[in-house]
Each structure stands twice: as structure tokens, then as C-alpha cells.
């Protein structure tokens, strides 16, 4: 298991940017894939983007692809993402997750995440 804690959410205007940080403690950073997932108000969690344990492959969810940027700093047991163009359906609670994956690929589906942050939440004002 280990220990996520997410920063840097707050409120933005619509064409601003913002950067998330997730600090992970506990087992080995570097064996963990990572994963954002976001939840609006009143709509089911979903998937933003992930990144694989060395960072060589990422995803993303098509409502924020070429708009957001996942990375991760496997020295400072750190995932980020970077959030451009924001727009006030972007506002939303957002999640950090960790997936035990040593793969080169990643997974978009929650389950397969099993530990979570408690979210920062993110509002982006018209």
C-alpha cells in the first residue's frame, strides 16, 4: 500500500492553467503506475490520464487530450498533471491513484487502481 496526497487544485479562470502534484509514500514509487480520475458533481467519477511506472507511456481521457500533460518524477515520488486551456466543465473533486504495474502499458479502469488520494478540488469559472 501506500499513501497519496494531492495539491495545487484551486480556482481558475476559463483559459488559465493549473498543476496538480500527488506525493506518494510508502512502497517503491518507481514499481506503480499512476492515474488522475476527476468526479463532477453529480456524474460518475472518470478516467483523466495515466502513466506507466517509467513514465514512457501515458493516456488520456478524450475530453482532455492535447489539453492536459501527465509526468511523474520518480525521485521525488511525485505525479503531476498539467492543465491547459481549462475549461468550467473541467471543474471537478480530482483524484490520484496508484496501480502495482510494472507493465509498459497502463489501465484506465478504477479498479484496477487500489490506492487513492482524498482529491483536490479544481474549479474552473466561466
Known amino acids: 500500500q501506500v499513501q497519496l496526497v494531492e495539491s495545487g487544485g484551486g480556482l481558475v479562470q476559463a483559459g488559465g492553467s493549473l498543476r496538480l502534484s500527488c506525493a506518494v509514500s510508502?512502497?517503491?514509487?518507481?514499481?506503480?503506475?499512476m492515474g488522475w480520475f476527476r468526479q463532477a458533481p453529480g456524474k460518475e467519477r472518470e478516467f483523466v490520464a495515466a502513466?506507466?511506472?517509467?513514465?514512457?507511456?501515458?493516456n488520456y481521457g478524450d475530453s482532455v487530450k492535447g489539453r492536459f500533460t501527465i509526468s511523474r518524477d520518480n525521485a521525488k515520488n511525485t505525479v503531476y498533471l498539467q492543465m491547459n486551456s481549462l475549461k468550467p466543465e473541467d471543474t471537478a473533486v480530482y483524484y490520484c491513484?496508484?496501480?502495482?504495474?510494472?507493465?509498459?502499458?497502463?489501465?484506465?479502469?478504477?479498479?484496477?487502481?487500489?490506492?487513492w488520494g482524498q482529491g483536490t478540488q479544481v474549479t474552473v469559472s466561466s
Open positions: 510508502g512502497r517503491t514509487f518507481s514499481s506503480y503506475a
Open positions: 502513466i506507466s511506472w517509467s513514465g514512457g507511456t501515458t
Open positions: 491513484a496508484a496501480d502495482y504495474n510494472k507493465q509498459t502499458f497502463v489501465h484506465t479502469e478504477q479498479y484496477r487502481y487500489n490506492s
